[in-house]
């Protein structure tokens, strides 16, 4: 879970909440000043982690050198 919080640093967020309150979660509150174009690129980013936790699980992806563990990137 904290391999995909740092990721979503990659794409401009800042990392959400992680097992508070619920272990094993995290935890995302977006305010009313998010415009929709936000929510969105928001959105797209937590659907691009599922496909590299995927070559993760089918081992296509080193499981301790991948881009979710290395999270963040600089630049």
């Known amino acids: 879970m904290e391999d995909v919080a740092k990721r979503l640093m990659d ?8 097992s508070w309150p619920v272990p094993g979660t995290m935890m995302i509150e977006p305010t009313e000043s998010e415009s929709k174009e936000e929510l969105d690129r928001f959105c797209e980013a937590l659907i691009g982690d599922p496909r590299e936790i995927q070559m993760l699980e089918s081992g296509a992806a080193d ?5 979710l563990k290395n999270a963040p990137h600089n630049g």
């Open 11 to 18: 794409y401009g967020f800042h990392a959400p909440t992680i």
């Open 63 to 67: 499981k301790q050198n991948n881009v």
